[in-house]
């Protein structure tokens, strides 16, 4: 059994390089301040909340090690994608931490994988810079946040995208920005921001691309969703019942909930009661370890933990462990 982590973040070294020399990294200018500082870009400052985001190779292997996680799947921490950048810029981002991340995953023998992160700002710029990075590269697909500079995933415009990225096979991550997302408008007290609009977002996503139609035009393409989703599985009925109810509003052939099985689902999720309802509502060949190292305290690990869930079979446990990622990110 090879214990696979679909759900790991990093910080390229480049942007600790720039922080050193006091230069900005791709537009981010970085602010000192308490333990790492903040990074300053597009009106929004980003904390570095875990000391972990400037582990080594060798230090992340370590911490690997102590978790039983024999792979983890590294992406941007989804602060830095910089959709808000100008094309070039962008672009220039992008395949400075595709190339620095290729070369981590190429140091570290097997125990990491990669998902680029792209300049989708710019459709085209995006699906070149997916093709390099899965065809040249060796990343498995791409890391992208919930929204583009407030352009939703239906738009017919990602559809050449998504057609790209079924033809390679690539797999989509999709994970929302932490605390600068839709719910810090409303509210910034409680951590509500992070708690509860996270999985907002997931749902918000999910339910767009299901209700959209992109697995219906893109039948083979391969997404996951980060926190399992967040509530979409048990918002689904809702919105099915919209599309009954309301023709006018149909964007699919079939209700949008009829494709939940065909994403998956990562196990970042809040208790065992909802991991349950979660398997038993898309299948446990559709739900994968994640772990969002080094943001969510595990005790004392994702693998532990999952291998302590008594509502979970065996066989359930080795397939969200490793089967159903070895199979989806050829990883052996």
């Known amino acids: 059994m090879k214990t696979i982590d679909i759900h790991a ?12 020399s006091k230069q900005d990294w ?25 000391k972990k985001l400037r582990y080594t190779l060798e230090e992340r292997i370590r911490d690997m090690d102590e978790q039983k996680v024999d792979v983890q799947v590294l992406s941007i921490h989804t602060p830095f994608v910089g959709y808000h950048l100008e094309p070039q810029q962008g672009l220039a981002l992008a395949q400075d931490f595709n190339d620095e991340l290729s070369s981590t995953v190429r140091r570290a023998n097997g125990r990491l994988a990669g998902f680029a992160t792209l300049p989708v700002q710019v459709v085209g710029l995006a699906i070149a810079e997916l093709e ?28 050449p995208f998504f057609k790209a990225a079924e033809q390679l096979g690539a797999v989509l991550f999709y994970h929302p920005q932490p605390r600068n997302n839709f719910l810090v408008e409303r509210i910034k007290r409680h951590g509500l921001n992070n708690s509860l ?14 209700a959209g139609g992109v697995l219906e035009k893109c039948p083979d393409l391969k997404i996951c969703i980060a926190h399992g989703g967040g509530p979409a599985c048990m918002t689904m009925s809702r919105i099915d ?43 446990v060949d559709r739900v994968v370890m994640g772990s969002d190292w080094p943001f969510v305290p595990w005790h004392p690990s994702p693998v532990k933990w999952l291998q ?7 066989d359930e446990k080795e397939k969200i462990l490793w089967k159903n990622l070895s199979a989806l990110l050829d990883i052996r």
């Open 9 to 20: 973040h990093i910080v390229p070294d480049s942007m600790w390089r720039a922080i050193e």
């Open 132 to 159: 390099r990075a899965v065809t040249k590269l060796g990343l498995k697909g791409a890391s992208l946040d919930t929204s583009v500079n407030g352009l939703q995933w239906d738009e017919p415009a990602f559809l």
């Open 241 to 283: 019942k919209n599309w009954h109810d309301r023709p006018n509003t149909r964007g699919t052939q079939k209700p949008p909930g009829s494709y939940l099985n065909k994403l998956y689902y990562d196990t970042v999720v809040g208790d065992e009661t909802t991991l349950r309802f979660l398997i038993d509502r898309v299948g």
């Open 26 to 50: 791709h537009g981010f200018r970085h602010e000192p301040g308490e333990g790492f500082g903040t990074m300053f870009a597009n009106s929004q400052r980003t904390e570095f909340s875990s």
């Open 197 to 210: 609009g996270v999985i907002l977002d997931d749902a918000i996503v999910t339910a767009i691309l299901l």
């Open 308 to 314: 302590d869930r008594e509502t979970l079979s065996a």
